[in-house]
């Protein structure tokens, strides 16, 4: 990697850039002057940093110092109001970050604050209304990648087809936010924006690098959105669940569930061959929830695959006992994908049955399909 990543400023903590504070000479004051800048007033370049002196400014861009924010390279807009951004970074790799205006009712029945905001919107079947106009929006949700591409290869993922190029550095994941609140013109202060680890990669294969940027993110002295907004989906890395339960400050937890027995999950995705249900769902019955939180388990619907009644049955009885709720996912299609989305018959049937046995079950509308920006989709697509 090129000196300019080497020394970006982005992702690197208050102690960090207080060392480098102190190896230049300069009084300590300057460290909350330089993180403040980065991280709450968004800027961009460190000469837009009117709070340091020139000289100093000067120094560290000659010592190969830059905020380091990722470029965005392309934006995609879709008729939803979603847009899908490319972003770029100091070595040329890219990947995908979302913005959601008013969400994809993914938080419905958590728990959590976001819960809270987006119940009264909610249909009978479980999809949130939305609102959202050209320029205004109650609330939105971004989702962050965390790797270039993935390795866990889920069969029915856009973004298996690309193998995992490389983890992104704190400052990688932390950027991706901060460059989508400076487009969207964002004041965190009275608008309400929800984090959701869901875009290209694996979280928890990147596990110290995902903790530093949830640090950097919930921050109130910085971005200043709160670990409660955030949600973290993993496919299933049992010792890292176990990890992030002794985390003080976590997001909440998903569950990529998607399968009701090992030999369906196992053919869809491979990482069940190394930690089965068995283990994942002991992991998920003894990670440690907070007061009226839930663990949600995230099931992607795929025509004929892991779709019928009997499958919706034994869903029930894998989760039962557990304070969690399901938020189903009809396929997101796309090229070189071989499955099918299913009818909307069959997800409201799978859902009457999960819901008839008493289990919280939700129906995730797809945000941005047309700009291939929906759960599964991401795969860099520029045309």
Not at 8 to 26: N, P
Not at 30 to 40: C, E, G, K, T
Not at 250 to 275: E, F, H, Q, T
Not at 295 to 309: A, C, H, I, K, R
Request: with cysteine.
């Amino acid at each position: 990697m090129g000196q300019q990543l080497k020394c970006a400023l982005l992702g690197l903590s208050f102690q960090e850039l207080t060392g480098i504070i102190e190896g230049f000479g300069q009084p300590p004051y300057r460290a909350r002057q330089l993180y403040q800048a980065i991280y709450s007033q968004r800027q961009g370049t460190l000469q837009a940093i009117s709070t340091l002196p020139a000289d100093f400014r000067n120094q560290l861009s000659e010592e190969g110092y830059s905020i380091g924010l990722p470029a965005i390279e392309k934006k995609f807009s879709s008729t939803d109001g979603t847009i899908r951004y490319l972003m770029a970074f100091a070595d040329g790799q890219s990947v995908e970050t979302v913005w959601m205006p008013e969400g994809d009712g993914g938080e419905a029945g958590d728990g959590s604050e976001a819960d809270l905001e987006i119940t009264d919107e909610l249909l009978p079947s479980g999809q949130a209304t939305g609102g959202w106009q050209e320029g205004k929006f109650h609330r939105a949700t971004i989702c962050i990648s965390s790797q270039a591409g993935c390795a866990v290869n889920c069969q029915f993922c856009m973004t298996a087809l690309l193998g995992l190029q490389r983890n992104l550095a704190p400052g990688e994941i932390v950027g991706q936010v901060l460059a989508v609140l400076n487009d969207r013109s964002v004041n965190i202060d009275r608008e309400r924006i929800n984090l959701v680890f869901m875009g290209q990669g694996e979280p928890f294969l990147n596990y110290e690098s995902f903790m530093q940027a949830v640090r950097l993110l919930s921050d109130p002295e910085g971005i200043a959105i709160p670990a409660s907004r955030m949600t973290v989906s993993t496919s299933g890395i049992v010792p890292r669940i176990y990890d992030f339960g002794k985390e003080q400050l976590r997001p909440k937890l998903a569950i990529s569930l998607n399968a009701s027995n090992d030999d369906v999950r196992s053919g869809i995705m491979p990482i069940n061959k190394k930690w089965g249900l068995e283990k994942l769902l002991t992991a998920a019955r003894e990670f440690p929830l907070r007061n009226r939180e839930r663990l949600t388990f995230e099931y992607v619907l795929l025509d004929g695959v892991n779709d019928e009644v009997q499958h919706a049955s034994e869903v029930v009885e894998l989760v039962r006992g557990i304070r969690a709720k399901v938020n189903l996912i009809a396929l997101n299609p796309g090229p070189e994908i071989d499955f099918k989305t299913p009818v909307e018959q069959r997800v409201h049937t799978f859902q009457k049955i999960l819901r008839d046995a008493g289990i919280p079950a939700y129906i995730r509308r797809p945000r941005g399909r047309d700009i291939y920006a929906a759960c599964g989709q991401l795969k860099r697509t520029v045309a």
